[in-house]
């Protein structure tokens, strides 16, 4: 048994392959439900950011942050210069997220159904994208995990605040492009939002001009 010979390596292995286990357990979840039963209607609240998840970032700094210091541990014990290598690779950024989420620093941007179209914001700039503009709608993956992507009509339409940010914007839209033949690609797990809701969502507001008055901020009663 490798745990009786070599205890060391046992640990990391487990920790490894079952992290990695986890993880693909939730994208066959997340895949599974996107086979799944068409909704009849899909409305969303208008004017309200939606935020990368504060507790997928948590588990994830604990994550790198556990195994990084686990594998820092053996490859010191064992004298592994490979097992300190990979330790620090992991320990550090596991590290530097925990440090970004305690002090606010991440997680950063948003995106927002409005009225006039999707909202974006992010390395300190907001634009939106009108529903008319959005020619269409796919799906994809990144790194294993599904995306949604949006395809624009015209670019030029666009408009960036500030105005300064608009060339890092159609940059990484063109990259966006190249990559994933679409200029915007969102990635539902990092919100912990419904693959299948946004994109029944994102169809319905396009195609259905009538729906978007739907996302118009709601005023509250006095009293």
């Not at 995306?147 to 890092?168: F, N, S, W, Y």
Request: charged share 15%; hydrophobic share 45%.
């Amino acid at each position: 048994m490798l745990f009786t010979s070599d205890p060391g390596t046992a640990i990391v292995t487990v920790g490894f392959f079952g992290s990695c286990a986890l993880f693909t357990a939730v994208l066959i979840y997340q895949k599974l439900r996107r086979h799944a039963h068409a909704l009849v209607r899909v409305g969303v609240v208008g004017g309200v950011p939606i935020r990368p998840s504060r507790f997928l970032l948590a588990a994830l700094a604990t994550w790198m942050s556990t195994l990084g210091v686990i594998t820092l541990w053996v490859g010191w014990y064992s004298g592994i210069p490979g097992y300190l290598v990979s330790g620090l690779l992991l320990a550090g950024p596991g590290f530097c997220l925990a440090i970004g989420l305690v002090t606010g620093r991440i997680p950063t941007g948003y995106f927002q159904f409005d009225v006039s179209g999707l909202t974006f914001s992010g390395h300190g700039s907001v634009h939106t994208v009108a529903w008319d503009n959005i020619q269409g709608i796919g799906t994809g993956t990144f790194n294993s995990a599904p995306v949604v992507l949006i395809k624009l009509r015209e670019l030029t339409i666009i408009d960036v605040h500030p105005p300064d940010r608009a060339v890092r914007v159609f940059r990484q839209w063109a990259k966006n492009e190249t990559t994933f033949g679409a200029q915007i690609v969102l990635h539902p797990m990092r919100y912990l939002v419904d693959m299948n809701l946004l994109l029944q969502a994102l169809d319905r507001y396009v195609t259905d001009p009538f729906s978007r008055m739907e996302l118009a901020p709601r005023q509250r009663l006095p009293g």
